[in-house]
C-alpha cells in the first residue's frame, strides 16, 4: 500500500533543491505531496528553469503544489497524510510551529500533525548565528516534548543538520537521506 508524506518546505536555499528530498521519499516508497510556505512557493515560482520550478515539482510529485489554505466551500485536493517531513524548516517556521501560529497552510498542518499523533521529522537549515537566538532552543524542545523528530544535531540528537557560519551554507550537504531515514518504513 502506498503511503502518503507531505513534504513541508519552507524558505531557506534547500527549499531550491525540493526535487532531491522528494525522489529520495519516493524511493522508499512514499507518494509525496509537496507543500511550500508561501515565502518558499515565490521562490519557487521564480525557478522556472532550474529544474525545481513549480511545474516540475508537480510532475515529479503528480500532485498540484499547495502554498495556501483552500477555501472553505472547495474540496482537498491532496490525500490525508500519514507522515510529516518539514524540510527545509526556517528558523521562523519552526519558532512559530512551536508556539502554535498556524497563519499559513503549513503551519496549519504542522500544527494540527502534533495532536493527529501523525509521525513527523523536521530538518532546519539555519545559521550559527540565528541558532543563537533564544527562541531556537525553546522551540526545539517544545517540539521534541510533542514527539516530533527534530534532526539538529545536539546533545539530544546524534545526526542531522549542524548550523553553518553565515553565508557559508552548503546546500548541495543538506542531508536530505537521513531526513527520509527518519520516517517510518512504509511496507511494501
Ligand atoms: C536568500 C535567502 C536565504 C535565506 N536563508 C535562510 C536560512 O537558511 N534559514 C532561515 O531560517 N531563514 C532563511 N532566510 C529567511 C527566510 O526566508 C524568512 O525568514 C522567511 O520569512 C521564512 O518564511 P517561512 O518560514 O514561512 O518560509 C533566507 C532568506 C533569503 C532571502
Redesign the pocket.
Known amino acids: 500500500m502506498t503511503r502518503t508524506l507531505y513534504l513541508i518546505?519552507?524558505?531557506?536555499?534547500?527549499?531550491r533543491q525540493a526535487s532531491t528530498g522528494i525522489r529520495a521519499a519516493q524511493a522508499r516508497g512514499w507518494d509525496v505531496c509537496l507543500i511550500?510556505?508561501?515565502?518558499?512557493h515565490r521562490?519557487a515560482a521564480e525557478d522556472l528553469a532550474a529544474g525545481d520550478g513549480l511545474g516540475d515539482l508537480e510532475a515529479l510529485t503528480g500532485h498540484p503544489i499547495r502554498h495556501q489554505y483552500k477555501l472553505p466551500s472547495h474540496q482537498d485536493v491532496l490525500p490525508a497524510p500519514d507522515a510529516i517531513l518539514s524540510a527545509?524548516?526556517?528558523?521562523?517556521?519552526?519558532t512559530?510551529w512551536a508556539d502554535g501560529h498556524a497563519d499559513?497552510l503549513?503551519?496549519g498542518l504542522l500544527t494540527e500533525a502534533l495532536g493527529l499523533d501523525l509521525p513527523v521529522v523536521a530538518l532546519?537549515?539555519?545559521?550559527a548565528a540565528?541558532a543563537r537566538h533564544p527562541a531556537l532552543p525553546r522551540a526545539v524542545a517544545t517540539l521534541r516534548g510533542a514527539g516530533v523528530r527534530v534532526l539538529l544535531h545536539d546533545d539530544h540528537e546524534p545526526v542531522g543538520f549542524t548550523p553553518h557560519r553565515p553565508k557559508n551554507?552548503n546546500v548541495d550537504a543538506y542531508p536530505w537521506q537521513t531526513a527520509v531515514d527518519a520516517l517510518p518504513v512504509v511496507a511494501p
Open positions: 518546505s519552507s524558505a531557506a536555499p534547500p527549499a511550500l510556505t508561501p515565502s518558499a521562490w527545509p524548516t526556517t528558523l521562523q517556521t519552526l512559530k499559513t503549513a503551519l532546519p537549515y539555519i545559521n540565528q551554507g
